[in-house]
C-alpha cells in the first residue's frame, strides 16, 4: 500500500524536513545527551556550518564532528 505522503511527494507536494533512522534500539543506543542536542539545534534551522554548531554547543570541534558523522551514520 502506498502512502498518502509518498503519493503527496510523487506530485511535487513540499514534503519538509525530517530524519529517519534505521532502528529504535540503534537511536537509543547511539544518541548521546550532547548528540540530542546538536540534533535539537539543527532541528528546522536548515543547513548549518560544523564549526558554526560547535560554537553554539560550547563543545570541540573534533568532538562536534565525530557525533555528527554518528547521527549521519544511523540515519536511515
Same mark, same amino acid.
Given at each position: 500500500m502506498v502512502s498518502e505522503r509518498f503519493r503527496d /511527494?510523487?506530485?511535487g507536494v513540499e514534503q519538509g524536513a %525530517?530524519?529517519? %533512522? $534505521?532502528? $529504535?534500539?540503534l537511536v537509543l543506543e547511539?544518541?548521546?545527551?550532547?548528540r540530542w542536542e546538536? #540534533?535539537?539545534? #539543527? /532541528? &528546522?534551522r536548515g543547513d548549518q556550518m560544523?564549526?558554526?554548531v560547535a560554537e553554539?554547543? &560550547?563543545r570541540a570541534l573534533d568532538a562536534v564532528i565525530e557525533d555528527m558523522y $554518528?547521527?549521519?551514520s544511523i540515519a536511515g
Open positions: /511527494a510523487f506530485r %525530517f530524519i529517519s %533512522f $534505521v532502528s $529504535v534500539d547511539s544518541l548521546t545527551p550532547p546538536i #540534533l535539537e539545534l #539543527l /532541528a &528546522g560544523v564549526l558554526d553554539i554547543v &560550547g $554518528v547521527c549521519w
